[in-house]
Every structure is written in C-alpha cells, then in structure tokens.
C-alpha cells in the first residue's frame, strides 16, 4: 500500500520525510500546549514541566478562544493543528518533537462532519463505526490522515499501524518505541521505504473542567508518576471479569496478556467482579462496567498504574450521561486513564487491548504502550503522564568537568558516560542547548563545543542517554551553567534580574521586576519572559515594568530577561531565571446571615430587564435554557443563585457567550466585559467555606444556538452548568 501525501498532510507531520532520526522518549521530544486564558491549564503546565524539567522551548501558549466541550474538524485542523506544528516549525524543532501533550480546557470532542461527503449513504454498521466525533488526542495521534480529510483513514478500525497485531493469539511484532519519523506498515512494521503512515504521540495532562479533577488531584497523580520511573513496582495487575457486555468484550484477551506478562516476572491476575477488592498493591486494573466506586474497593493503586474502564462514556465530560468517567481514578493517583468521547459500541478495536500491560512492563511509556493497544483510537481521550515509564531500565548519564552554575569560558568539552541495563548498551547520547538538539555523540567520543556565536550568560545544557533497545530507552543529565566570552569582561555580560516581592506573590498584589545590564549603553532593548511568554520590554540597558502574577498560573515559576545588542540587533545576555511562587487571593468569605439563607429554594433566579417576572431556572445546561426562561436577546437580564462550599479553596467560574456581561460575586465584581463572540473566559474564585451568591447580568446580543451558547460552569473538581441542586435562590 503507497500513501501519497498532500502538501498539508507534510506541514502536519513537520515535513518528516527530511528530517534525521533523533526518536526518543523524554522532555526533549515533547511540545506542551497551554490555553493562555485559563488559570487552570497554566498551572497544570507549571507543575508538569517542573517535575519533567520541560525547556522552556518547548512550552506554548495557545489562545483557544473555544469551548473545553468541544469544536469542530475545520477548526481543529486551522486553530489548533496548524498553530501548533508551525509554532514548532518556527522554534525549530520539528527534528525533535514526537508527542504533542495539551494541559487542561482544550475541546476534548471533535466533530467531523464537515469531512464527510454530504451525497454519500452510510450503511447503519458504518454509523456505528465512524459516529460524527474523534477524541482531541486520537484526532492529533492520527494528523496525518486528518490532513486529508479522510474519514475512512481515521475511522478505520485498523487505522493505526503503530498497533501491535496478534496472530492466532501471538504477538508477531515486538514492542517498540514511537516516534513522530517512524513509518509503520499495515502490519505492525517499521517501514524504511517508507510506504506506510506516520503518527504523532498525543495526551492531555489534566482535564479540570466538566467531569475532571481537582489541581489537587492532578499534582497527586503526575507527581505520583515521576516517581514511578524505573522504579519496576512489585504490585499485581488485575483483569476484572463478569458478565456485563462491557468486560466481556475483551475479557477472552485476558489470559494471553497474563501469560505475557508471566514471561516478565510481573504479577497479574484474571479475578471475578468489578474492581480488585481489598488489594494494597495494584500495579494497573483493567475493568468492564458503567458504574466504578475505586473509593469503596478496599484498593490501593500503586504509583505509575495505569486503570482504564470499557464503557460507552468514559471520556465524555459532561454532565448528565450516568457512567464512569476516567477522572475515577487519576483522583486515586493513577498515572493514566483514558475513555471514548462518543457511543463506541462493544467494538474492542477502539479500546485498550489487555496487551496495553505487556507493553508497559516491557519498560514502554505509557503512551507508547498505550498506543500499542489501540488498533483504532479516534475515538480515545488518554489523560495522564505520557511519558511514565515505571517498568524500563533508565540509563544513568554521568559528566565530569561541569557542576550545576559553573562559569564556561567559549566552549564546552564533552565525554559524557552512562549506566544501562544488564545486556544493553549505549547507542548514542544527544546533546541539547536550552532545549534544542545540537549534537550527536557515539559510546567513548569526547567532543568540543564551540559556544562562541552562543549569547553570553545563563544556559542549560542536557546530555540524552538513549539505549540500544528497540524502546530507545533515554536517561538525561540537566546542568545549568554560566557562558562567558573570553573577549568581554564579564561586566560586559552581566544581566541581573531582580523581582519584589522575592519569594512569594499573590494573585492581587504588583510584581516589580527591575532589570540591569553590566554595560547599559551597550544595549537595545531588554525583553523579560515567562517560558517564551513575552512579558514586558524595556528600552536601553536597564529600567523596571510591573507585572500582573495571575497570568502565571499557580505554583513556582521562572522568569528571565534577554539583552538585545545596539550592534548585533540579536541576543547577547540571558539572565539567570528568578524563581517565585504565585499563590492565590485571600479567600472570599461569607457575608450572608442565616435569614437571608434560611428559605432557599433549589434553582437559580431569573429576570427579564429590571421589572420582570422573577422566574426560576433549574438548570442552564440546554442550549434553550435562555429562551425557555423568557430571555431576549439585546435586552438586559439577571441571573443569580446561593451556592454552598464545604470547604476553603481555589474554585472555578468559567463562561462562554456572546454579548456584553458583568459577573460578582457577594456583590464583588470577579469581571465585565464590553463584548465577547462566542468566547470562553475562565475565573478563579478563592473561597471560604460557607454559602457564597453569584450574580451574573448583561445583555446577550446574539440567541443562544448549538453553535454559540451561552453557558456558565462552577467547581472545583471539575464544573457544572449552573443550577440545581448545586445552585439555589431565596423564595420568589
């Protein structure tokens, strides 16, 4: 079979056909998309990065405008797809990335309709099959076919050659490392002529919108992940059995994958009923059954386990439809967990196989094993650590003749060495200034790094171990140092950054940031970052900005400066990064008094203009809920309602419509606008426990459609659509 790609099916795959093989799993190989105008999605981002030591190369923030509920395949392909790869093109590292992860509210559900051909007759079994919806990481796993538009190629129930196929119950190709150059053959293969298809790893790090977790759940289970590596954890696997259609698609796989993993000396097991009970070490659980309570098992899931359960809407965030969703167990520490976003039917294809267990603990990541797993994962969203490889011999990198912060005069030399597994060995070892592939070494090779054109200042430099396994298995050594050029004084290429507060900042204070090159008169201009966010610029050689710290997220953060020569017009001096950590507003407290709250009433209040009908609306999840309480458009109305907090913490508002609105909150406005068009925006709301009253008033200038809502979300684990019975009101 010969593919023939069109010119946007190269941009998507990064124009791969050119590019060397640089395949490994790590840091180095990832792209991290962040949603610039969510809180949330920028502190997922923050921890992840810092416990994986993500550069900051390697780190983008996206403005997605739309709905985390989802969007679709046109929009998909222009505002996400296409921004993303040449973003990458533009940092130069299409060489490198082999996974795309997004931190939280993106759309997890793709819609794509629009690629198919309006004339053509779908047999009932083809509805089955292909519905109308991808998941976000199955659509991007599978680019290249999305580029052409093919609706069979990504629908197909082998669409996904990187699949390991059985033969009459036996495993033909063995487990194998992904990577985004890596042609695959409809069997399995690796194809050097290249006549087969291209994938591009994929995983969202966290959903906290809809049915997702809280950040305290997400830190728990990705931190929980890093430490799983290399660490071949002792627990058992278990494979649940029983008679619902739902285990009973894959539970004649069970045995095969049991005697596989025998073959590993990892402990598994086939046992009856719906969760493991009563286990203090589950290493993974693979289960089959609408409705999961992991809380009431007696179960405790070890780090880095991967748990996942068949069910039509496991991965659907939504409120409203009944069953399970992955959130279940990331909320227990899984490092991993994945659900379909639309009905996929008992079609086993388009789930885990159980051989998902046996890749793992072959030392696979758990996107690589998890992609190994799925012969037909359009529909899949995988939510977790990607790149958690609890059962693989991590190389040790070691590098004599540089410290962490030592000064380097013009070059580095190099004589990296590693430590592997028992029978493997060496096969290279990739070399990465801030982040970027520079060079290549063999096993023994000692190597001179001229740094001459390298701007002065704070570097990091990262020596990548890859083994010589058929899973490439990588070990890193991260070492930040100091460059200076033999020619200059070091006056000449001193940039000092300096931030008050120093240590700690809250979300509602000023951060000043004063900023000073050695030799001032020297310089252009002054640029200030956050992970290539830029921040501020400052004109000549030194000066001061003020700085809003919400737009960092949560948690610790790096900022740094960049020194632009008068002569050269590029970079000349990097700063060294100045940590601080960014925590939130004091948290709002009740001011009601228990008569005012004394006759609520579940629902949320309504009126019409400031003489209306009160009326009450119970929920706000319908596209119509609008119109159905008697709302006009370009007319101004009210909507409020009491809510309850049990406990003390960072909640969430989210809303998404066209018009003009002002929101408060126990009467304190939390934001207005003049207009926003069918436009996200996402609000943190430090809270005290007790009943809190949120207030929403404007004018919708558009009716409410399918295509532009208006909704309003709350929550802290996850949101709801406003109303009952979270939302109550006072008697009309």
Known sequence: MRWILSPLSIMMTFSFFLLPNTALAGAENVFVVVNARSWASITVANQYCRLRQIDDNHVFYLDWPGSWEGTDIVTFRQK???????EIDRRRLANQIDTILYSSDFPFKIDFSADRNPQAVRTENQKKLEGNFGSLTGMTYLSQAVAQKSIPAYTSLRSNFYYRALVDGVQKEPTRHLSSRYVWGVNGERRLDRQG????????LAVTSGQGNSLAEVFGYLQSAKEADGTKPEGTIYFLKNDDLRSRTRSPLFEGAVQELKKLEIQSEVVSGVVPKNKNQVAGAMLGKANINWGQSGSTLLPGAFCENLTSYGGILTEGHGHTVFREFLGYKAAGSSGTVVEPYAIVAKFPHPMFHVHYGRGATLGEAFYQSVASPFQQLLVGDYLCQPWATIPQVELEGLESGQTVYDKLTLAPKAITAQGEEINRFDIYLDGTLIARMAPGEKKILDLKNVASGHHELRIVAIDSSLLEVSGRLVIP????????????????LQVDPKETIRWDEDLYVKVEAGEPEAIQEIRIYHRMRLLATIQGGSGESVLDPSMFGLGEVDLYAKAISKTTKKVSICSKPVTIRVTSTFPAEPTFTKKEIADLRDGLEFQQG????????????STQWFQEAGGKKGERFSLSGFVYVDRAGVYQFQAIYTGNLRASLNGEEIFSNSHFQNEMIYNSLPLAAGWHKLEISGILTKEPTDEEPAHFYFGQRGTLHLGSPLFRHLSL
């Open 80 to 86: 996400l797809l296409h921004r993303i790869t040449a």
């Open 197 to 204: 298809l291209r994938y591009i790893g994929s995983a969202m």
């Open 481 to 496: 140092f100091l460059l200076y050029k033999s020619e200059l004084t070091e006056k000449e290429q001193t940039l000092d």
């Open 610 to 621: 400031s003489d209306g009908v009160k009326k009450v609306v119970m929920s706000t999840r």
